[in-house]
């Protein structure tokens, strides 16, 4: 069965400094990796994915995060932090092989301090 | 605008009183996809579909049912809703092309409360 772990409940960081959010994921096949945002009231919103390719991904807002294959770990990271950002984040994974169910992360609550 | 619609917004419902909640896409998307999201837990899938009257069991179906009988829509039943019940719920669609696979899009979601 596929899983994800996001081990940290919540992650505060100063505005400007880095952050890193952290996920890591169990899948039999290729993974497919999602990184998604909620704020308050609001749907989930694509961030960004990996498929295949750069292990190095860019997405929207200037996050971007690392695929490590060994590690199966996909962490979200932007070199510098806005209280904007402050939000809900959701891992999710996907076998690529062909089992199409998507399995969510716990979420990790981002907070940013001014 | 592309998107996913979810209806209604917030429900508050007595136990054992059937509902649904509508869920329509706009985006041509084959898979679909129903979750709630509980604190600590996350969001935990309740039902897929994979296309119209293809749908499939997720990690959490008991109490509730789907239908896919139009590509774009795909309803949400609880015939006897239970307390246990009330949680945020989110309709999304992807698409099957993994090319063109920028993840779900999700719909605002539902709040249920069952008294």
């Known amino acids: 069965a596929q899983s994800v772990a996001q081990p940290e409940d919540q992650v505060n960081v100063a505005e400007g400094n880095p952050l890193t959010v952290k996920c890591t994921y169990s899948v039999s096949g290729n993974p497919y990796l999602f990184w998604y945002v909620q704020y308050p009231n609001r749907g989930l919103q694509f961030l960004l994915k990996?498929?295949?390719?750069?292990?190095l991904v860019k997405g929207s807002y200037g996050f971007e995060a690392e695929f490590n294959k060994s590690q199966t770990s996909f962490h979200l990271k932007k070199p510098s932090a806005l209280v904007s950002d402050s939000a809900l984040y959701f891992c999710a994974v996907r076998d690529g092989g062909g089992y199409q169910k998507v399995t969510f992360g716990t979420g990790t609550k981002l907070q940013v301090i001014p | 605008e592309a998107q996913v619609t979810q209806n209604p917004r917030y429900l508050i419902t007595v136990t054992g009183k059937k509902l649904t909640v509508t869920c329509s896409q706009n985006?041509?998307?084959?898979?679909m996809s129903w979750y709630r999201q509980d604190p600590g837990l996350g969001l935990r899938q309740i039902y897929y579909s994979m296309n119209v009257e293809v749908t499939d069991k997720g990690d959490v179906p008991e109490g509730y049912k789907v239908s896919r009988k139009e590509k774009r829509n795909f309803p949400l039943i609880l015939e006897s809703p239970s307390p246990n019940q009330t949680s945020l719920y989110f309709c999304?669609?992807?698409?099957?092309?993994?090319?063109?696979?920028?993840?779900?899009?999700f719909g605002s979601g539902t709040r249920l409360t069952v008294v």
């Open positions: 999304a669609s992807r698409p099957r092309d993994s090319l063109v696979d920028y993840g779900y899009t």
């Open positions: 985006m041509n998307h084959e898979y």
């Open positions: 990996y498929i295949t390719g750069d292990n």
